[in-house]
């Protein structure tokens, strides 16, 4: 089993609120990614970075920001958060390249914005 | 054009049933190949690797056409515990190795 884990689980927020979700890895991998996936949809890659202080945005626009500070640390904020970001959000981690590009995924944050 | 295309099932088979999938996609320099499973709400999990001279485990076997640029996936003695979507991931041909995933195939296993 992967050893990465992403706090909340779910989270019921109003309008406007400031939100970070946190994602954490303790297999020293120097790549992690935020995924979006609505219900019944394809994942979408809206973060990655592939090491300390290295962050980069992915195919799909989203308003949110990440930092990575420390490897093991892949924190994404929402700074005033809309019902448009409602959805299953989800953090992996890899360590490798090509075929051993393997990602390792947490069990992912539901976020409902009322 | 999606970069990854399948389709979306439902595939609703009986126990024991064999059932393939199929998973085309667009850039013929992409690299690598994979099988992730994902549950009812929860995260996806590796299933496979593909590679091009094929593989099987178990009563999972995968295949890669490079020609044709799809990659299928077969199960045999269908169980209910097969029952997932079963996403196609490839990895292009950009230095940025992301991996780019298909919408997924709903499989549901009927006892």
């Known amino acids: 089993e992967a050893d990465i884990y992403q706090t909340p689980r779910y989270l019921v927020i109003g309008t406007g609120k400031k939100i970070t979700l946190e994602c954490s890895q303790t297999m020293g991998h120097d790549k992690m990614y935020w995924y979006q996936q609505d219900p019944g949809m394809e994942l979408h890659l809206i973060h990655y970075s592939y090491g300390v202080n290295s962050t980069e945005k992915g195919d799909l626009s989203s308003e949110s920001t990440v930092s990575r500070i420390r490897t093991e640390h892949f924190p994404l904020t929402l700074e005033s958060a809309r019902p448009s970001h409602t959805s299953q959000y989800l953090c992996a981690s890899s360590e490798g390249l090509g075929g051993q590009n393997i990602q390792y995924f947490g069990a992912g944050t539901r976020l409902s914005v009322l | 054009r999606k970069e990854v295309e399948q389709d979306p099932g439902p595939f609703n088979v009986p126990e024991g049933a064999t059932v393939a999938f199929n998973c085309t996609y667009s850039?013929?320099?992409?690299?690598?190949f994979f099988w992730y499973r994902q549950d009812c709400r929860k995260e996806p999990k590796l299933l496979m690797s593909?590679?091009?001279s094929g593989n099987e485990d178990g009563r999972f076997t995968a295949q890669l056409n490079r020609a044709s640029q799809y990659i299928s996936l077969l199960i045999r003695d269908s169980k209910l515990s097969d029952s997932a979507t079963y996403l196609c991931v490839v990895i292009g041909p950009e230095v940025t190795n992301k991996l780019i995933f298909g919408t997924g195939t709903l499989l549901a296993v009927q006892p």
């Open positions: 850039n013929s320099a992409s690299q690598s």
């Open positions: 593909v590679y091009s």
